[in-house]
C-alpha cells in the first residue's frame, strides 16, 4: 500500500527560535570574560569557503564581516574564496596557519582533498572549526551544520507531496541532481534521497547524476534526463538550489513544468515561487552557522567544553511563506 504524504508547514518564527538557542549555547560570546582570543582581545579567525559563486557562501562572508564590524572577531581575520579549486583551499589553510590565527573556520569544497592541510593546522596548534561540510581526517574542535542527511530527505518528501498535490498515481518517479563528488554534504544529502526513496513505496528514483552544484551543468544534466526518460519525470530534487535553477530552465525550454525542490534558500530559486507553486526548498542558515561557529571558536579558547557537532536548522521554504522569507534575508 503506497504511504501518502502529508506535507508539513514550518512556521518562520519557530525555527529560527531553534536556530537562535542553538547558537547560544556557547555563551553571549564573551560578556562574562569568558570567549574571546585567550587575553581579552577579540580573536583573529579565517573562514575558508569554496566558492563565493554559491550565494549560501556569501552570505557566510557578509556574516563574517559583520562579525568583524561588531568587534566580535579581530578586523585582522581573513576570508578566503578558493574559487571551487582543492589546491587553492589548501594554499588559503596554509596562508591562515602562517598568519599564526587563533582559530580557522572551514567548509571543504571535498572532504578528503584538504586533510594534510588540516593536519598541517593540528600541528600547528590552531583551532580547526568545520562548517557546512565536513572533513575526512584531522582534529576539529566541531562541526557546525545542518543535519544534510535530513535536508535530503525533507526536500525529496517536499517534492513528493508536490508530485501527489498535482495527480493521483500509484507511483511517482524522481529524478535526482547531485552536487561536487566526493563532498560530505553531496554524500549526506544523497543519503537522504535514498531514504527517502525507500521510506515511500509510491516513489521511485528514476535517475540520479551530478550537476557539480551549478546552474549550467544542471541545465545540461536535466537536458540529458529529458532526452532520455521524457514524461516519465514526475519531479526533481536537486541538492542546491542552483542547480534547481538550471533544472528550471531546461524544463521551461522543453515547454514542461514538473516539480523541483532544492536546498539551501538561495534568493534566485525562491523568487520562482510565486509563479509555481510545486517549487520549493529547505533553506540553510549560513549567518546562524557563523555565528555559532565563532561562538564556538571563542569558547574553546577559553577552555569551556564544546559539542562535537552543532546542528543548525534547515527551514522548508514554498510559496506560502517565500515572501516572508526573502524579507527577513534579502530585504
Same mark, same amino acid.
Given at each position: ?142 562541526? &557546525?551544520?545542518?543535519?544534510? &542527511? ?85 519531479? &526533481? ?95
Amino acid at each position: 500500500m503506497s504511504r501518502k504524504l502529508k506535507r508539513r508547514h514550518f512556521i518562520l518564527s519557530g525555527a529560527l527560535t531553534g536556530t537562535a538557542l542553538l547558537a547560544g549555547c556557547a555563551g553571549d560570546g564573551g560578556s562574562d570574560g569568558g570567549s574571546d582570543g585567550g587575553d581579552g582581545s577579540s580573536p583573529t579567525v579565517g573562514l575558508l569557503v569554496p566558492s563565493l559563486e554559491f550565494t549560501f557562501f556569501a552570505r557566510m562572508q557578509n556574516a563574517f564581516d559583520q562579525a568583524k564590524s561588531d568587534g566580535d572577531i579581530s578586523s585582522d581575520s581573513t576570508f578566503y574564496d578558493a574559487g571551487n579549486s582543492q589546491s587553492q583551499q589548501v594554499s588559503d589553510v596554509e596562508n591562515a596557519v602562517s598568519n599564526e590565527v587563533d582559530f580557522i573556520m572551514i567548509s571543504a569544497i571535498t572532504a578528503e582533498g584538504v586533510i594534510s592541510a588540516i593536519q598541517e593546522a593540528n600541528e600547528a596548534d590552531i583551532p580547526v572549526i568545520a562548517i557546512d561540510r565536513n572533513v575526512a581526517e584531522g582534529e576539529t574542535v566541531t562541526y &557546525v551544520a545542518s543535519d544534510n &542527511v535530513q535536508l535530503g530527505q525533507r526536500s525529496t518528501e517536499l517534492c513528493l507531496s508536490f508530485m501527489q498535490e498535482e495527480s493521483d498515481q500509484d507511483m511517482y518517479n524522481i529524478v535526482q541532481l547531485e552536487g561536487t563528488p566526493g563532498a560530505s554534504v553531496t554524500n549526506d544529502r544523497g543519503e537522504g534521497f535514498q531514504a527517502a526513496v525507500s521510506e515511500y513505496d509510491n516513489l521511485e528514483s528514476l535517475a540520479s547524476q551530478t550537476g557539480e552544484f551549478s546552474t549550467q551543468e544542471a541545465l545540461n544534466v536535466m537536458e540529458d534526463f529529458i532526452t532520455e526518460y521524457g514524461d516519465e519525470i514526475d519531479g &526533481v530534487f536537486c541538492q542546491n538550489d542552483l542547480m534547481a535553477l538550471g533544472a528550471h530552465q531546461a524544463l521551461q525550454n522543453a515547454n514542461r513544468s514538473v516539480p523541483i525542490t532544492g536546498i539551501d534558500g538561495t534568493e534566485a530559486w525562491i523568487e520562482r515561487f510565486p509563479d509555481n507553486p510545486t517549487y520549493g526548498t529547505i533553506a540553510q542558515l549560513p549567518e546562524e552557522m557563523v555565528t555559532t561557529s565563532i561562538e564556538q571558536g571563542k569558547a574553546y579558547l577559553a577552555g569551556e567544553d564544546v559539542e562535537d557537532t552543532m546542528v543548525v536548522e534547515g527551514l522548508e521554504v514554498t510559496q506560502e511563506n517565500a515572501s516572508d522569507y526573502l524579507d527577513q534575508y534579502f530585504g
